[in-house]
């Protein structure tokens, strides 16, 4: 059974930094990535990599702010995210694609994060 769960979301003044992690079991994968949902908007992509980590993907609003990692043995993948904005305030899904070219077909329940002015 796979399992794919976020942990690391929480509140935090602006202009600080936070660590999102994903561990994802079950199975292998071929790429994962984050993405957030804010109140009233659609969920938006925000990072991605596959998992080789040659090839990483980024939103423009958080490029150069957040960065995605992996530790392939524990099957964890991590988000950093600096100088965080009020903007920024979203719950965060991570999200694992199983094959090249299916999508995202294993998510996490979400982690809030929560970006005070």
């Known amino acids: 059974q796979v399992h794919v769960v976020e942990s690391g979301g929480g509140l935090v003044q602006a202009g600080g930094s936070l660590r999102l992690s994903c561990a994802a079991s079950g199975r292998t994968f071929y790429a994962m990535g984050w993405l957030r949902q804010a109140p009233g908007k659609e969920r938006e992509f925000v990072a991605a990599?596959?998992?080789?980590?040659?090839?990483?993907y980024y939103a423009d609003s958080v490029k150069g702010r957040f960065t995605i990692s992996r530790v392939s043995a524990a099957n964890t993948v991590y988000l950093q995210m600096n100088s965080l904005k009020p903007e920024d305030t979203a719950v965060y899904y991570c999200a694992a694609e199983s094959t090249a070219g299916n999508g995202y077909d294993y998510w996490g329940q979400g982690t809030q994060v929560t970006v005070s002015s």
């Open positions: 990599m596959n998992w080789s980590g040659l090839s990483t």
